[in-house]
């Protein structure tokens, strides 16, 4: 019998660990630069608490994590992204 393990990983706002798959992953790719739930790169992980995304401080704990410079415009993006993946929830990513 094969047990499945669930994917542990800590949200970087509130540090609870979560299933890999109610997070939301942000990857600072090698060639593409900052993308979401893809790319090989250094990792941070945000749970889908509204709490946690509208933090106020989620940019300066993102940069802190990726060790990148986030622009202005990615915290926009990271609010659409947000928002579509509580209206899309995602599976089996
Ligand atoms: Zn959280």
């Known amino acids: 019998m094969i047990q499945q393990t669930p994917v542990m990983r800590i949200c970087i706002s509130c540090r609870k660990t979560y299933d890999r798959q109610n997070l939301i992953k942000i990857t600072k790719d090698h060639k593409q630069g900052i993308i979401f739930q893809k790319g090989m790169g250094r990792s941070a992980y945000i749970c889908k608490s509204k709490k946690c995304y509208s933090d106020s401080k989620i940019k300066k704990k993102l940069q802190k994590a990726l060790k990148t410079f986030l622009d202005p415009e990615f ?14 929830p995602i599976k089996g990513i």
């Open 75 to 88: 915290i926009d993006i990271f609010e659409k992204v947000i928002s579509s993946y509580n209206d899309n």
